[in-house]
């Protein structure tokens, strides 16, 4: 399977599949308190009450890829916050398996693009020592009422299992988790670079706070944050918020 390159996984993965629940990631945040292990998958078929960011409804069509899995933080971990980072690369080398490698754009801090258009959603939520990443990938079909372009695989003419995209897709988590924990955030950071719009990308960051900043992609820091050129030269450091490209 693709990994981008470095060193070999050594987490060991465990999937469940289900038919049907509300949540993939609220059914894991349970699994963790009664002491789940890291490497657990699940997978549902459909959800009921698929979550985006922000507390925003994630459509469930069966088809689709609906699933999570569990991180257990360690001590010498990087910022927990930087798994947005590895989730995000460790899906854009999944897709590269199907669709061939610069495909897919990457947008801070983990919205998978093609052509501009969304193809997956990831939500991170911690729960005491554990953070729950869950992942929607467009397989087979794609919302059309949304305020902003998405697609699917299946529109770029690409059939996948949803059972043969989790296993690539847990195999590359796996591998990204190990070089963030075994050489830390750069590595990660820089194949983040590397799948990104460029730098001068005009971006609207949309904050917690509802203000909004507009400015032109300059890079991350060194922990990850988004770094935005501002039209009197300034810089602006984004660490939580929705960025659109312009």
Same mark, same amino acid.
Not at 11 to 34: F, H, K, P, Q, V
Not at 71 to 88: E, F, G, I, N, S
Not at 109 to 130: Q, V
Not at 220 to 238: E, K, P, Q, S, Y
């Given at each position: 399977?693709?990994?981008?390159?470095?060193?070999?996984?050594?987490?060991?993965?465990?999937?469940?599949?289900?038919? =049907?629940?509300?949540?993939?990631?609220?059914?894991? %945040?349970?699994?963790?308190?009664?002491?789940?292990?890291?490497?657990?998958?699940?997978?549902?078929?459909?959800?009921?009450? *698929?979550? *985006?960011? #922000?507390?925003?409804?994630? #459509?469930?069509?069966?088809?689709?890829?609906?699933?999570?899995?569990? @991180?257990?933080?360690?001590?010498? &971990?990087?910022?927990?916050?930087?798994l947005a980072l590895v989730a995000a690369v460790a899906? =854009?080398?999944?897709?590269?398996?199907?669709?061939?490698?610069?495909?897919?754009?990457?947008?801070?801090?983990?919205?998978?693009?093609?052509?501009?258009?969304?193809?997956?959603? %990831?939500?991170? =939520?911690?729960?005491? &020592?554990?953070?729950?990443?869950?992942?929607?990938?467009?397989?087979?079909?794609?919302?059309? &009422?949304?305020?902003?372009?998405?697609?699917?695989?299946?529109?770029?003419?690409?059939?996948?299992?949803?059972? &043969?995209?989790?296993?690539?897709?847990?195999?590359?988590v796996a591998f990204w988790l190990a070089r963030w924990?075994? =050489?830390?955030?750069?590595?990660?950071?820089?194949?983040?670079?590397?799948?990104?719009?460029?730098?001068?990308? +005009?971006?609207?960051?949309?904050?917690?706070?509802g203000s909004a900043i507009d400015g032109l992609f300059?890079?991350?820091?060194?922990?990850?944050?988004?770094?935005?050129?501002?039209?009197?030269?300034?810089?602006? @450091? %984004?660490? +939580?918020?929705?960025?659109?490209? %312009?």
């Amino acid at each position: 399977m693709e990994h981008g390159g470095g060193a070999g996984a050594v987490l060991t993965t465990s999937i469940r599949t289900i038919a =049907e629940t509300g949540s993939t990631n609220a059914d894991l %945040i349970g699994l963790a308190a009664t002491g789940a292990s890291e490497g657990l998958w699940l997978r549902a078929e459909r959800q009921t009450a *698929g979550r *985006g960011r #922000q507390g925003r409804a994630w #459509q469930s069509p069966p088809g689709n890829l609906y699933a999570s899995t569990l @991180v257990r933080l360690r001590a010498t &971990d990087p910022p927990p916050a930087t798994l947005a980072l590895v989730a995000a690369v460790a899906l =854009e080398a999944a897709v590269a398996a199907y669709l061939g490698e610069a495909r897919a754009t990457l947008k801070w801090p983990n919205d998978l693009l093609l052509d501009g258009a969304k193809l997956s959603g %990831i939500l991170l =939520e911690r729960a005491g &020592d554990a953070i729950v990443i869950g992942f929607g990938v467009n397989l087979a079909h794609h919302p059309t &009422d949304l305020d902003r372009p998405a697609t699917s695989l299946a529109a770029q003419g690409v059939a996948t299992d949803p059972d &043969d995209f989790l296993a690539t897709l847990a195999e590359n988590v796996a591998f990204w988790l190990a070089r963030w924990r075994g =050489e830390g955030l750069a590595p990660v950071r820089d194949r983040w670079t590397a799948r990104a719009h460029p730098s001068g990308t +005009a971006l609207t960051a949309r904050l917690p706070d509802g203000s909004a900043i507009d400015g032109l992609f300059d890079r991350l820091d060194g922990d990850g944050a988004l770094i935005l050129r501002l039209a009197d030269g300034g810089r602006c @450091v %984004i660490h +939580a918020g929705d960025v659109f490209l %312009i």
